[in-house]
Structure formats: structure tokens, C-alpha cells
């Protein structure tokens, strides 16, 4: 082996090595939190009844009066992937006060000081975060099926379902985990998510389509990570249904988000000890 091989090799095992140092911890906090979600599921049922009702009362009214124009979809089918989001929302909106528990229990200040890489621990709430929409997304699937809804029952849909669903929920979950980086305590931080949540879910196309929003609305809800999520879910969620954006911009508008999110709140995490 000569040494010019010899040296891209060491440069292969030290950035293999790189990868492994941080994707060992990332692994181990997700399962830390999946452990949680495993040993005490109520949090997930709790969650998921405001989606519910949404669906239940005012998607059957709404499918009755016929008062919003959704073109080849019912109301319902029209709105059950914005519900869907909207559960993601809610779940993902709240992860972040568990932060704040973690630190006055002095869980936090132990992550601290082992030599994983912030952005590990970050990444690593946020991947379990993700896995935790999941269920959200189960949950409506079965009531959007009992209640009439035409849901699209190939492979490639459901697929694509579960990575927008993953993708949102892990990006809401890491603009909580930041917004608990900033406020540092229970009351603020549940004011703050309170105010977020609504603002997010009414400007954005859930419940009803963009072209009927005002021009400032729509401008709005372009910048709305959320009226993506909802775009994308409603193409591979609903027979018929048609993205305005595409998959690629639904994916990638959360995805980038992600990553800016992830390294933003890595760099703040330190200071949620103090």
C-alpha cells in the first residue's frame, strides 16, 4: 500500500469514525425518549383527541353545508390530511417542556457533560419525536376510513405518508426543543406553544384551500412549513387528492427547516442548564 493510500484510508476510518460518534449517541437518546412514550402511552390518546374531534363534529358539519368549494374531493377527504397535520402539529408543538423537566431534574446537566455532540442530543429527540407521529397518523387513518373517507391503500402512499408525517413531527418537535432553549421555564414555554399553535394551523391550508385566502393569508401561508406538510399528505393520503407544491418541495421545505433547526437549537441547548 503505498502512502498516498495509505493516507485516504486513515481519512476513510477517521470520518467512519466521525459518523459513529455521532450516530451512536443520537440512537441512544432516541431510544431513551421511545422508552418513555412505551412505558407511559396516555400522552399520545390525550394528544390525539382534539385531532379527533376536529374530524368527527366539524369535518361532518362542514361536508354537510357545503359552504367551502374542494373541487373532486369531499370536505372530509379534503380536510382529513390537514387533521392529520394538525395532530402532528399539537403533538410535536409540546415536546419541548419535557426539556425543561429533564432540567430540573438534573437530567440535562448529565447529557452536558458526556462527550456526545449537542447537535446528537438534538437530533436525537427529534428522530423520536418523529417516530412518536406515527401513531397520529394510524389513528386518523382508521377514523378517515370509518367516517367514508377514500384513502389511497398503496404501498408508495403510505410510505410517503409516514416520511411527511416523520419529517413534520420531528421538525415541530425541534422548534419546540428551541423555543424551550429560550424561555427556560414550564409557564412561558406553555404560553408560547399555546400562541404558536393556532396562528400556524389557521394560516395554512388544512381546513380550507389556498385560493380562497387573501392575498396576504396566502402569502403567509407560503412561509408556513405547516401548508406543506398538509400539501404533501393530501396527494399521498386522499384518492384524488393533488399536491399544489409536489412532493419534492413538501419533503424538502421540512427537511431544510430540520437541519437549520437542529444546529440552531445545538448551539442554544448548553444554555437550558443554566
Not at 51 to 78: C, D, H, K, M, N
Not at 171 to 197: D, H, N, P, W, Y
Not at 261 to 274: F, I, K, N, Q, S
Request: charged letters at 15%; one cysteine or more; proline letters at 5%.
Amino acid at each position: 500500500m503505498t502512502s498516498v493510500d495509505s493516507a485516504a484510508h486513515s481519512a476513510g476510518w477517521a470520518r467512519r469514525r466521525r459518523f459513529g460518534d455521532f450516530l451512536a449517541p443520537t440512537l441512544a437518546v432516541a431510544e431513551c425518549e421511545l422508552r418513555k412514550l412505551v412505558r407511559d402511552p396516555t400522552e399520545l390518546v390525550t394528544r390525539a383527541v382534539q385531532p379527533v374531534l376536529w374530524l368527527v363534529v366539524f369535518g361532518q358539519i362542514f361536508s354537510r353545508t357545503r359552504a367551502i368549494p374542494t373541487g373532486e374531493l369531499s370536505y372530509l377527504e379534503f380536510m382529513a390530511p390537514g387533521v392529520l397535520a394538525q395532530g402532528v402539529l399539537f403533538g410535536a408543538i409540546f415536546y419541548g417542556i419535557a426539556v425543561i423537566w429533564e432540567r430540573d431534574l438534573g437530567i440535562v446537566q448529565k447529557l452536558l457533560v458526556s462527550p456526545a455532540p449537542r447537535s446528537s442530543l438534538v437530533l436525537g429527540k427529534a428522530v423520536a419525536a418523529g417516530i412518536r407521529g406515527v401513531p397520529y397518523a394510524v389513528i386518523i387513518y382508521v377514523l378517515a376510513a370509518f367516517l367514508g373517507v377514500h384513502l389511497r391503500s398503496s404501498l408508495a402512499a403510505a410510505a410517503e405518508v409516514l416520511l411527511l408525517v416523520v419529517l413534520g413531527s420531528a421538525t415541530f418537535s425541534t422548534f419546540s426543543l428551541l423555543v424551550a432553549c429560550a424561555v427556560k421555564t414550564r409557564e412561558r414555554f406553555m404560553g408560547i406553544g399555546q400562541l404558536l399553535t393556532m396562528p400556524l394551523f389557521f394560516a395554512s391550508n388544512a381546513i380550507y384551500p389556498l385560493d380562497l385566502m387573501p392575498g396576504w393569508l396566502q402569502f403567509a401561508a407560503r412561509l408556513n412549513p405547516l401548508t406543506y406538510l398538509v400539501d404533501g399528505l393530501r396527494g399521498s393520503m386522499v384518492e384524488h387528492g393533488r399536491r399544489v407544491f409536489g412532493l419534492g418541495l413538501d419533503c424538502g421545505v421540512p427537511l431544510v427547516l430540520l437541519v437549520i433547526l437542529v444546529l440552531v437549537t445545538a448551539r442554544l441547548y448548553p444554555g437550558l442548564a443554566r
